[in-house]
């Protein structure tokens, strides 16, 4: 079965460090990648998506993620990173064929001013 | 435009109740999502409509949760009866057309079951 593993399930970090959350999904075929955050008190909203093409994902607010098929992989990053930045964020896959979102488990970040 | 509306936004049962859960997706929509996310846990797909069919309901305890999409637009989740690993919160969420598609979220509704 399709699953998705993010390593770090909590990230704590400074104003201006930089930030990169693990993400790797199991499945051999064409996928298609998300990233989804969650502020606090918010609704769960799209962050960037990969489909095909450039490997290099370009989102909302300064995030970027890049998809290594290589290594099941689809980072997300962030070269510097601010407060507002603290949410729970969610990586998800579409395996080809299937049709639907599988989420890993999340990972919490906590930015301090 | 208007997002996808749940209600209620908490809720709170003794096992062995029913609850109902009920969703608005963003209009236009045609499919329409519904999720468990248990603490700790990533969201899980409970089961998918497109229109007022069911496309996939794989992981829908189909013994105690039941599903229906009104004429599809609004949609309804029951639970009966409860148990305690049913505290969870419940998303819906809606996409133009297909999973691929942009999927938008409610803010869920959170059940706990004492």
């Known amino acids: 079965a399709q699953s998705v593993s993010q390593h770090n399930h909590h990230v704590i970090l400074s104003e201006a460090a930089s930030l990169e959350l693990g993400c790797n999904y199991s499945y051999g075929g064409t996928v298609n990648l998300f990233w989804y955050v969650q502020y606090p008190g918010q609704h769960l909203q799209l962050l960037l998506k990969y489909f095909s093409g450039d490997p290099l994902v370009k989102g909302i607010k300064g995030f970027e993620a890049e998809f290594i098929k290589s290594k099941f992989s689809f980072n997300l990053r962030k070269p510097s990173v601010q407060w507002s930045d603290t949410a729970e964020y969610f990586c998800?896959?579409?395996?080809?064929?299937?049709?639907?979102?599988?989420f890993g488990a999340g990972t919490r970040l906590a930015v301090h001013p | 435009e208007a997002g996808v509306a749940q209600s209620p936004r908490y809720k709170i049962i003794e096992k062995r109740q029913s609850v109902a859960f009920w969703c608005n997706p963003i209009?236009?929509?045609?499919?329409l999502y519904w999720y468990q996310q248990i603490l700790g846990q990533g969201p899980k797909l409970l089961i998918q409509?497109?229109?007022?069919?069911?496309?996939?309901d794989s992981q829908l305890p189909k013994d105690r949760f039941s599903a229906e999409r009104l004429k599809g637009v609004d949609s309804t989740l029951k639970i009966q009866p409860a148990k305690l690993e049913d505290s969870a919160v419940y998303l819906c969420?809606?996409?133009?057309?297909?999973?691929?598609?942009?999927?938008?979220f409610g803010p869920g509704t959170r059940l706990t079951v004492l």
């Open positions: 998800a896959v579409i395996a080809g064929g299937y049709n639907k979102l599988i």
């Open positions: 969420a809606s996409s133009r057309d297909r999973a691929t598609d942009t999927q938008y």
């Open positions: 209009s236009g929509h045609a499919t």
């Open positions: 409509f497109q229109n007022n069919g069911v496309v996939d």
